[in-house]
């Protein structure tokens, strides 16, 4: 038994003890020591408490070594209370007495029964402690908020003269590195006169968790210099170091090691080089190191399944879903979560969400939160906001996570208020608030222009405690931007050695929605100059700020600087870009060409903006030629019909525009209404084109009047080419004054007080009459004006506009 136990065959030495029993033979204490041992390492319930009655019963239980055998055996199948009574039972105690105390209260995170136990043993004064005795005090302070105690054991190492120990000094090492204090982990590894493969990999560790990336690699490479041999968890931790496209061919020279010393069979190696290059986005190599893999587990399968939804591709991560259901790894809850993070339209949910929600069902997995969760927000991504509030209100208890998920749902629904009111009945629900939960509140006051209840939950946040989170930092100064209140924004920014990539880009956002394109290029000029790398969003922000700005040869210069200076590959939003500053400046021969050799498929926001800029330019040949593309990728779009209807419109098409206004009626399309409005405390006021339901109607059109009096005093004449309707002259002109944005901009003379600035939202793009308008209100009434459509911010002052007249 002690000979199969040696060499590793647990299982076996078991069975040998289960002989011995049925034939009778004697049990002595060397012999309950060894099968004690066994069962703890096996974590065998069962059997660990059949041995424990079986030397209760032979009275052996006050033997020293069978009683320390029991008290390591029970703390590891966690019969924390039967170990507890046994040990305090004993006549005496060794060393490895308290050691196995202080270690199970240590695996089980108890920190303040550890040093009990630990003080319990230095009174006695007939025990000394020893290294292991410190590594388990030292483990529990890692794995807690103890770091302090964790320098009181440092201090009694070094009085004790035990801080030379290797396993201490690891231990120490990954104490100060789990509390951030990598300095300290760092002066510690390099001042050992000897370190095991342990110390290294401790070290390489710590650099990954505290994401220094470049210097775990570069510990590595040194760690090849010495006489250690990099093991599985030197390589598993190399690779978490590589982490990102731009960490590719480090991933792969860590890759070529593993293969250089045949490690690359090994399952937490495969794993590890799994996760690897998913995270690289790197697909292709993800695929073939997995079909090279000679043993899968369902850490595999999550891994490659998680790599596919990571790039929205549902289809290879249900096949590797049904491979696995084939065979004899059995998914869990996270492979359900991943595959459903993989739907993102109503085909695919169709055709493999409601399967997998059923499946859920029948799995018994929907019970699990995290499945429940994530099954609201697969209903959400694939537009079917309604079954994520079903699957919502079936959730018994309900979580923070539950309430998180069910009002960014909303948020990404563009369902602000009911966001807004999720969360009034979560916190009355007796539900905390979390910094997830706030910074998706942010962006519903954000999506809203609502800036007063932006500011409330600011102010909660401030309250709480939760206002130094990065995400609602970065949240709170979106939803400020995207209120008009540059100023406020700009107060909130963090320092610049230490301000998130997030910051960065929404900086530069808030520019960009401006219209102030040099802000915006000095502020990514200045996010590089302190070692940040742009990444997907810096280059969407960037790139819109130079389209607003009209600046094409910027726009293209910085587009193709993306993958061959900063190593980020070019997406459909930036591509987006790049057309719309060309459509804006009517340069369409090469808008076309540049789609043609775009590196993704051009989708509807392609087509939509090339169709939008055709309107400008009254092209109808391209105009045509996007709103067949937008109708062939969905023959019910209505923004297709629209812009298509507006281009006809301004070539004085008329027959072709009620053409068009009766093939929406036939297939039961509706024109979105434009809307206009402005908010004062709690009082929003709402206006349609011609509205005339407001309670201070007569007040607003005498004002257009007067307004429109003094505009022409400085000579103000109507731009008709925005009118929609074949009418004359003079109609075309009284319709474009029953527009919603200046029925508002009207109302917000009247009530705004003087020195206030008058804050417009409308859900259209504002038309060129009415931006002249409101330039000339500005110089003429002197009053400042933000008015803010789905495109951008306009400020109008002193009868500008930030956006220079280009929009």
Request: hydrophobic content about 40%; aromatic content about 8%; charged content about 20%.
């Amino acid at each position: 038994m002690v000979a199969l136990s040696s060499n590793g065959y647990l299982e076996e030495a078991l069975g040998a003890y289960r002989r011995m029993r049925r034939e009778g033979v004697t049990c002595n204490a060397n012999s309950f020591a060894t099968v004690a041992s066994l069962c703890g390492s096996l974590k065998n319930e069962v059997a660990g408490l059949q041995v424990f009655s079986q030397v209760l019963v032979s009275g052996l239980q006050q033997h020293v070594s069978v009683a320390n055998s029991l008290i390591t055996m029970l703390g590891n199948i966690g019969r924390l209370q039967d170990a507890e009574k046994l040990f305090y039972r004993m006549e005496e105690h060794d060393t490895i007495s308290w050691n196995a105390m202080v270690s199970m209260y240590s695996h089980e995170g108890l920190c303040s029964k550890c040093f009990l136990v630990f003080s319990d043993m230095r009174r006695g004064g007939l025990v000394r402690h020893d290294a292991t005795t410190l590594c388990s005090l030292i483990c529990v302070c890692a794995s807690s908020d103890y770091v302090n105690h964790g320098s009181g054991v440092h201090s009694l190492c070094l009085r004790s003269g035990l801080h030379s120990h290797i396993p201490v000094t690891n231990a120490l090492v990954n104490m100060y590195s789990a509390a951030g204090k990598l300095v300290e982990a760092e002066l510690l590894f390099w001042s050992m006169g000897t370190r095991d493969l342990i110390s290294w990999n401790t070290m390489i560790s710590s650099y990954v968790q505290n994401g220094n990336n470049m210097d775990a690699l570069k510990t590595v490479g040194q760690l090849l210099q010495t006489n250690e041999a990099p093991d599985r968890m030197t390589f598993s931790s190399a690779l978490g170091a590589c982490s990102g496209p731009q960490a590719l061919m480090d991933g792969r020279m860590v890759h070529a090691m593993i293969l250089q010393l045949s490690l690359q069979s090994n399952l937490l190696v495969g794993n590890s080089l799994l996760t690897m290059y998913g995270k690289c986005n790197s697909i292709q190599d993800a695929e073939r190191v997995f079909q090279s893999m000679p043993t899968h587990d369902v850490v595999s399968c999550n891994v490659l399944i998680g790599s596919y939804a990571a790039l929205a591709d549902c289809t290879k991560g249900m096949q590797v879903f049904t491979w696995m259901r084939s065979g004899e790894i059995k998914p869990n809850y996270i492979t359900i979560v991943n595959i459903q993070g993989s739907f993102t339209s109503s085909n695919e949910l169709r055709n493999y969400g409601l399967p997998l929600h059923a499946y859920t069902i029948h799995a018994g997995f929907v019970a699990d939160d995290f499945v429940s969760n994530s099954l609201i927000t697969m209903y959400a991504s694939c537009g079917d906001l309604d079954s994520s509030t079903n699957v919502f209100h079936t959730i018994m208890n309900k979580s923070v996570v539950s309430w998180n998920a069910m009002i960014a749902a909303n948020v990404q629904h563009g369902h602000g208020e009911e966001a807004l009111k999720l969360f009034l009945d979560m916190r009355h629900a007796g539900n905390s608030l979390d910094h997830v939960c706030l910074a998706e509140c942010l962006s519903s006051s954000a999506s809203l222009a609502s800036l007063e209840e932006g500011m409330q939950l600011h102010g909660l946040g401030v309250k709480c405690g939760l206002d130094i989170d990065s995400h609602v930092v970065n949240a709170a100064m979106d939803m400020y931007g995207k209120c008009g209140k540059m100023d406020e924004m700009l107060k909130m920014l963090p320092d610049p050695a230490v301000r998130p990539q997030q910051c960065w880009n929404t900086l530069i956002s808030g520019y960009a929605r401006y219209g102030y394109f040099k802000e915006a290029e000095d502020t990514f000029k200045h996010m590089v100059s302190m070692g940040r790398k742009p990444d997907y969003v810096t280059f969407v922000t960037l790139l819109s700020a130079c389209s607003h700005a009209g600046l094409v040869d910027k726009s293209i210069d910085y587009y193709n600087s993306m993958s061959s200076v900063f190593g980020v590959s070019p997406g459909i939003k930036h591509c987006v870009c790049i057309v719309d500053v060309l459509g804006r400046l009517g340069r369409f021969t090469e808008a076309e060409k540049f789609i043609e050799d775009m590196p993704v498929l051009p989708n509807d926001l392609i087509w939509r903006s090339l169709l939008s800029s055709s309107r400008t330019h009254k092209n109808l040949d391209i105009g045509r030629k996007a709103a067949k593309k937008l109708l062939e990728l969905d023959p019910f779009d209505d923004s297709a019909y629209v812009l298509l209807s507006n281009l006809y419109a301004t070539s004085a098409r008329w027959s072709d525009v009620d053409r068009l206004r009766s093939h929406m009626k036939n297939i039961n399309l509706n024109k979105r209404p434009a809307c206009s409005w402005l908010k004062q405390k709690i009082e929003v006021s709402t206006f349609g084109i011609g509205d005339r339901s407001h309670k201070h109607t007569e007040e607003i059109y005498a004002k257009l009047d007067e307004i429109s009096l003094k505009l022409r005093d400085v000579g103000y004449v109507a731009d008709t080419s925005s009118a929609l309707h074949d009418t004359d002259e003079e109609q075309k002109e009284q319709n474009l004054w029953n527009h919603s944005e200046k029925l508002a901009l009207a109302y917000g003379l009247i009530t705004v007080p003087e020195g206030c600035t008058v804050r417009i939202f409308k859900n259209l793009r504002v038309c060129a009459d009415c931006h002249l308008v409101f330039k000339l209100v500005s110089m003429v009434f002197d009053r400042e004006i933000v008015l803010r459509d789905p495109y951008r911010f306009h400020h109008f002052k002193s009868g500008s506009c930030s956006c220079s007249d280009f929009w």
